[in-house]
């Protein structure tokens, strides 16, 4: 069964930085891309960047520059580094594993900016 879960989410100040992590159990054939979404209260969820198995990113305008997709290939594991945070970076980020078949989630980590 597979299982993405996501930690390192919490409370910052604008300016901070915060890195999300999501590790992925479980085995999952046909990879297209693995990513980032968040949905803000009241908005529709959005792609905030992803990384195909290629290896090319793709980064929302909102983010570019300030936000970072790694993975570490030997863990499994999934990065977001955010830096200088503002109050509209404020949302529910979800991991994301995108296959040929269907599409796999976590169960998400809350992100707040303070001013």
């Known amino acids: 069964q597979v299982q993405l879960v996501e930690s390192g989410g919490g409370v910052v100040q604008a300016g901070g930085s915060l890195r999300l992590s999501c590790t992925a159990s479980?085995?999952?054939?046909?990879?297209?891309?693995r990513g980032w979404y968040r949905q803000a209260p009241g908005k529709q969820r959005e792609l905030v960047t992803d990384?195909?198995?290629?290896?090319?990113?793709n980064y929302a305008d909102s983010v570019k520059g300030r936000f970072t997709i790694l993975r570490d290939y030997n863990e499994n594991t999934l990065y977001l580094q955010m830096n200088s945070l503002n109050r509209e970076d404020t949302a529910v980020y979800y991991c994301?594993?995108?296959?040929?078949?269907?599409?796999?989630w976590g169960q998400g980590t809350q992100v707040t900016v303070s001013s």
């Open positions: 994301n594993i995108r296959s040929r078949y269907r599409d796999y």
């Open positions: 479980g085995s999952i054939f046909g990879i297209i891309a």
């Open positions: 990384i195909t198995s290629g290896g090319s990113t």
